[in-house]
């Protein structure tokens, strides 16, 4: 089966304080994702990666970057956390072809606390 | 963008109880999912199902493409059902998935 993990399952950090999350996938999935999850709101789209060193914004995209220095790897930054980044974030693979085509697999997800 | 709506929003049931659970898309899709998180926060996949109709054990999916819905129906429920139940789309050429806002299960012992 494939796994996502990722490296932190709770974090509190500062206002202002530069954050990492990193997400990192087995089955060497092309397409990587990363979401956040906020009550009543879903799961929105920060950004998305379809190749190394490749990135898209999704419909979030202020306040965050991302980095796909390997395929098996993809990292959101949040380079000065705000309190309105409290959030889950969800990270998530998928192949774009054969079987299970573009059938997502999440990470257990992070949740982030910025006080 | 495409609008995806779930309802209902929330759903208590007893167990034993059967439901069915409704998406509506906006657009035409390629790709439909259903996903169901649990309540410590895992994602878990239970269908990909873009058109016609799946089923895998107490649950199944049905996908009518050209009146743009899909059911999700659980029989038999158990505690275990509970959690949000995710329906997510792809419309047309974008490669990326679009999740409804979700139904809330609770299935009381």
Same mark, same amino acid.
């Given at each position: 089966d494939v796994k996502v993990t990722?490296?932190?399952?709770?974090? /509190?950090?500062?206002?202002?304080?530069?954050?990492?999350?990193? #997400?990192?996938?087995?089955?060497?999935?092309?397409?990587?994702?990363?979401?956040?999850?906020?009550? !009543?709101?879903? %799961? +929105?789209?920060? =950004?998305?990666?379809?190749? /190394?060193?490749?990135?898209?914004?999704?419909?979030?995209?202020?306040?965050?970057?991302?980095?796909?220095?390997?395929?098996?790897?993809?990292?959101?930054? %949040?380079?000065?956390?705000?309190?309105?980044?409290?959030?889950? =974030? %969800? #990270?998530?693979?998928?192949?774009? !072809? !054969? +079987?299970?085509?573009?059938?997502?697999?999440?990470?257990?997800?992070?949740? %982030?606390? /910025?006080? | 963008g495409i609008q995806v709506e779930q309802s209902p929003p929330d759903l208590i049931l007893q167990e034993g109880a059967n439901s069915t659970l409704r998406c509506n898309f906006s657009d035409s899709v390629n790709n439909l999912q259903w996903f169901h998180q649990n309540p410590w926060g895992q994602l878990i996949n239970l269908f990909y199902i873009p058109s016609g109709t799946k089923q895998n054990g107490r649950l199944s999916a049905t996908t009518v493409a050209t009146e743009r819905y899909s059911l999700l129906y659980i029989s038999s429920s158990q505690t275990t059902d509970s959690g949000v139940y995710f329906c997510a789309v792809v419309e047309g050429s974008a490669r990326q998935l679009t999740f409804g806002s979700g139904t809330q299960l609770i299935v009381l012992p």
């Open positions: 990722q490296s932190s399952r709770y974090l /509190v950090k500062r206002t202002g304080e530069k954050v990492f999350l990193e #997400c990192v996938q087995d089955m060497d999935h092309e397409n990587m994702f990363w979401y956040r999850q906020d009550p !009543g709101l879903g %799961l +929105r789209l920060i =950004y998305f990666s379809y190749d /190394v060193k490749m990135k898209e914004k999704g419909d979030i995209p202020e306040g965050y970057s991302v980095s796909r220095e390997k395929k098996e790897r993809f990292s959101l930054i %949040l380079e000065s956390a705000s309190t309105n980044q409290t959030s889950m =974030y %969800l #990270c998530a693979s998928s192949s774009p !072809g !054969g +079987r299970g085509a573009n059938v997502l697999t999440f990470g257990a997800g992070s949740r %982030l606390t /910025v006080l | -």
